[in-house]
Structures are given as structure tokens and as C-alpha cells.
């Protein structure tokens, strides 16, 4: 599948600035630039003692990018078109206004910007008929009126939505822009919905993380634009300029890519993006792979079932719990009981279910110990999740016995009795005595980022008697369990080592192709 050699869409990519003062405003301006933004979008009311005329003059006098001058007042609009919408007490930062002085004076401030040259002017709904139109009779230069409107409360339904553009395009604007507040993944189907079917220039995007992939495929649903932060001013939910350029290339998107996605909940840790986008360029596929937030298995895949939505990595905490929304799953996966990678079959879209954590950890430990078989050695394993799960069964797969640990005792005991091993509670961890040339491995999400001063609870003194210790976080890449195991004189292996053999695994399903493992290491060992 090609199309990842050429530029796909009209997307522009546009920097959020938010500086205080006007100098910084016009060095933000051009950091923007410097990073990859097209276009930026100016909060005249972060700007502190602003001056309109002057600091306007300023700021377009110095401009190196086209901008959008935006100047929000600090009482959100509620929204009067759909009544039944629960109200939120307040939007994200980046979204809600500064500005607490005379209306009219706003207005007027939005108005000498377009008089003075502005590439784009910002209006709300509530204000926006009589002035654009005004503006429009007025309008003897190159100035585009964007209308807005941010959405209080639950996500309309598509028509509702439809209807609201409809009103907005009716004001006479340039550029519609529908800003919502999303408390669920599934709610941003609906702007996807808004932007594929919208006749107009139309900006619309949810916030916070959960909102993220709203920015990160607006190329893909055909947006006007899609916003990055600069280096030292990161949002929520807002990626940043360099991933937008880098990591997610958007300008390569377009209708028919394939999305690829974490399904996990945090996903913030997750360095998959950074691995398996550029694999999928340089194999010329036309896909992208994205983190998705995700609160309900159920509601997700039942809304996401379009074969635009080719395949999943499924991350904490939803490895086993996924099983159950697979249409088939692979017979090691179904013995296993944990499933980290869905691919949609295409003849049929129905979601296949695979493990590919098993093998990718199981090699990873034999392969440091050089030969060493696994057969006849103690296996003590803490942690009986997901991970976990894949690795008591890639330790039952060579020989291994198997001892396991968790803080619940009832899903240890129910893991040991399907790999014929010993259940033990998680207190005991800290006084277990193992054998001389035992394994240890943590499948526990314990001293993953950001809390990476911690561990589990096993006894430094015992670390020693351990011929190996694996530990499935990869984040950060060498985790205290792992420097305080190299420092008692173990054999250490890293998550990165297994989150590179899965994701080699994930890629041959997700595209059909053999993957290229030696690009793929090469990119892990740049990123972690």
C-alpha cells in the first residue's frame, strides 16, 4: 500500500501562542517557524498591559508566519444552541479566554487587527453575525473571518453538529471552528463525522488527552488545520509541533490511511508512536500509528469499526480484558488469556485477537543467557496481568517452574493453576528466598515514568541469587529493579528489548509485510 511519497493533503499545522508579553510573542512567532508551524494563532489576552494598536502593529509588523489573532474573554459562552448539554465547570487552559474588561473593546481590538492586515480574525458565534458581515462589506484586503463556537457539555449528535456548522457558515464566515470538550474517545467520532462531511474550510478538534487523536488525524478527515505546541510550553492533549513534523508526519496523511493505535489507559508513557511511524514510511504503507485514551473496551470498538481502523496495540490496563471483544483469537493468545495485538480482517472486519508479549519476552531472556536453557529453572514472576500472563506461559513453553506473585492473590492462584505453578501472596515477595541461577521478572507497572524511584518490593540482598532479572517497563529504559539487579551482579534485560520484539511481531500483522528489524532497532536504540 503506497501514498507516503508525496504531500496528501491541504492541512496546515498551526503553533497555540499564549505569550505574556509582545516581544516574547514575536520570538514565539518565530521559534514557531523555526519548528515547523505554517500558520499561528495569537491569544491577545495572554498578553499583559495589552495595547491594542501598538501591540498589534507589533506583532504583524514582525510576523514570519501568516496568523490567526484570537482575544477571548475570560466567562465562557455557554452554549445556546443545545439546551440539554450538562454544563463543565471549565475548558482547558488553552481554550478558555483571558480578557475581563469592556466587551466593546474587544471587538473593536479584533476589528483593527483585520483593518491592520491580519491574516485571519477569530470571532465567536454569539457576536459573529452583525460583525462579519460588517467586516465583510469593509473588507478591502485578504483577511478570512474564522467563526467559533465552543461546546459546554456532551458531544451532539451528527446532525446536531451538522446543524451548528450550517448556523456558522450562515454568519458569513471564511472558516468554521467547533471546539469540544470531550469525556470520552468515542465522542470524537462524531468531529471526525463533522470535518469529513463539512462543504466549507472547517476547524474542529476536541481537548484535553483524550481529545489528542482529534489533532493527530484531522489530515486524515480533511481539517483546515491542526495545532502544536512549541518546546517549553507543552499542553494537555495538545502534541507537539515536532510531533506533528516528525513523529506523525501529517502532511503524509490522507483518506485512505490505515490508523493504527494504542488502546490503553494512561497512554502517555507509550514510545510506540515513535517506533512504528517511521517503520510504516519507510516501508512506503500508508498508515499511522496513534495513542488512543481509552475509559470503555465496549463502547470503543463498537464505535471505531470502520475499516479505516485497521488494527490495535492494546496496552495496560486491558490485555485480558479485550479478549472478550475479539470476533477470533489466535490459539496461543486464547491459552494465554491476553491479547496486545487486534487486527481487523478486511474481508469481513471482524477483530482478530493475537499475543505477540510471549515470544518477544521469552526470547529476550534466553537470548541473554546465551544458551543457557530455560528448562529446570526456577521462574519467579511478580505480577499476573496481562504481561504477566505471557510470560508465565512463555516460562511453562521451555520448562521453566514457575513461582508468581501479585497483590491479587485469587488472579495469582487462577495463572499458576493454568501453568502448573505455585501461587504465592504479594507480602512474601520482600523475604522469598529463590535458588542460586533463579529468574526474576517484574510484569508489574511498578518504577514505570513518571514514578521511576520505585520498584518491587524484593529483597536486595537476594538480587544476587538471581541469574537474570527482566523487567517489562520500558520507561525509563533501565529501571531501578534493573540497576539495583546489574549492581548485585545479574544478568539484566529490559522491556525495551521486549517492546521491540512485540512491535516487530505487531507490524507483520498489522500490515502483512516482514518487518524490518534491523531499521526498527536502530530507531529504538535513537528514542529510549
Not at 405 to 433: H, M, P, T, W, Y
Request: charge should be negative.
Amino acid at each position: 500500500m503506497g501514498g507516503t511519497g508525496m504531500l496528501n493533503n491541504s492541512t496546515m499545522i498551526c503553533a497555540l501562542l499564549m505569550a505574556q508579553s509582545v516581544e516574547q510573542m514575536v520570538k514565539d512567532m518565530h521559534q514557531a517557524k523555526a519548528e515547523g508551524a505554517q500558520l499561528v494563532e495569537i491569544r491577545l489576552d495572554y498578553i499583559k498591559n495589552f495595547q491594542p494598536h501598538q501591540d498589534i502593529q507589533i506583532i504583524l509588523k514582525n510576523k514570519p508566519l501568516p496568523v490567526i489573532i484570537v482575544y477571548r474573554r475570560l466567562q465562557l459562552e455557554k452554549c445556546l444552541v443545545f439546551a440539554h448539554f450538562r454544563s463543565q465547570d471549565c475548558m482547558p487552559k488553552w481554550e478558555g479566554g483571558q480578557y475581563e474588561g469592556d466587551e466593546n473593546s474587544r471587538l473593536e481590538a479584533l476589528c483593527l487587527a483585520r483593518e491592520m492586515g491580519a491574516d485571519y480574525i477569530d470571532f465567536e458565534l454569539k457576536v459573529a453575525s452583525d460583525l462579519t458581515r460588517e467586516q465583510k462589506m469593509k473588507n478591502d484586503n485578504a483577511t478570512k473571518v474564522i467563526v467559533s463556537h465552543n461546546i459546554d457539555g456532551m458531544t451532539p449528535k451528527d446532525e446536531e453538529l451538522s446543524n451548528l456548522a450550517a448556523s456558522i457558515r450562515a454568519t458569513g464566515a471564511d472558516i468554521i471552528k467547533v471546539v469540544v470538550n470531550i469525556a470520552d474517545i468515542t465522542e470524537i467520532a462524531k468531529i471526525f463525522h463533522l470535518l469529513s462531511h463539512c462543504q466549507v474550510p472547517i476547524i474542529a478538534y476536541s481537548v484535553g488527552e483524550r481529545g489528542l487523536i482529534s489533532q493527530l488525524l484531522c489530515p486524515k478527515f480533511g481539517g483546515f488545520l491542526a495545532y502544536g505546541s512549541i518546546v517549553g510550553h507543552s499542553l494537555p492533549g495538545m502534541p507537539s509541533l515536532y510531533s506533528l513534523r516528525h513523529t506523525y508526519k501529517l502532511d503524509y496523511l490522507n483518506s485512505e490511511t490505515k490508523v493504527f493505535g494504542l488502546v490503553s489507559k494512561p497512554v502517555g508513557h507509550s514510545k510506540g508512536p515513535l517506533l512504528h511511524n517511521p517503520t510504516l514510511r519507510h516501508e512506503n504503507f500508508n498508515g499511522v500509528y496513534v495513542p488512543m485514551f481509552v475509559d470503555n473496551l465496549e463502547e470503543f470498538f463498537s464505535i471505531y469499526s470502520s475499516p479505516d481502523f485497521a488494527g490495535f496495540s492494546v496496552g495496560f490496563p486491558y490485555k485480558e480484558a479485550v479478549v472478550e471483544y475479539c470476533h477470533e483469537v489466535h490459539p496461543l493468545a486464547e491459552s494465554i488469556g491476553a491479547v496486545n495485538t487486534i487486527v481487523r480482517r478486511p474481508c469481513d472486519g471482524k477483530l482478530i485477537g493475537y499475543n505477540t508479549d510471549c515470544e518477544a519476552a521469552i526470547t529476550a531472556i534466553e537470548d541473554a543467557l546465551k544458551g543457557t536453557p530455560l528448562s529446570g529453572k526456577l521462574f519467579v514472576l511478580v505480577g499476573a496481568g496481562g504481561a504477566g500472563r505471557a510470560l508465565a506461559f512463555g516460562a511453562k513453553s521451555r520448562g521453566s517452574r514457575i513461582v508468581i506473585f501479585d497483590i491479587d492473590f485469587e488472579r495469582a492462584k487462577s495463572l499458576a493453576c493454568a501453568v502448573s505453578g505455585e501461587a504465592r501472596v504479594f507480602e512474601e515477595v520482600v523475604n522469598f528466598q529463590p535458588e542460586k541461577g533463579a529468574i526474576l521478572a517484574n510484569a508489574t507497572p511498578l518504577g514505570m515514568h513518571p514514578n521511576t524511584d520505585q520498584r518491587i518490593p524484593v529483597a536486595e540482598s537476594t538480587l544476587g541469587d538471581y541469574e537474570l532479572v527482566f523487567d517489562a517497563v520500558y520507561t525509563p529504559r533501565k529501571t531501578k529493579l534493573l540497576k539495583d539487579a546489574e549492581a548485585a551482579g545479574a544478568i539484566i534485560v529490559g522491556g525495551v528489548e521486549m517492546f521491540l520484539r512485540q512491535a516487530i511481531g505487531q507490524f507483520n500483522l498489522f500490515t502483512g509485510h516482514e518487518a524490518p528489524t534491523e531499521l526498527m532497532r536502530e530507531i529504538i536504540m535513537a528514542n529510549f
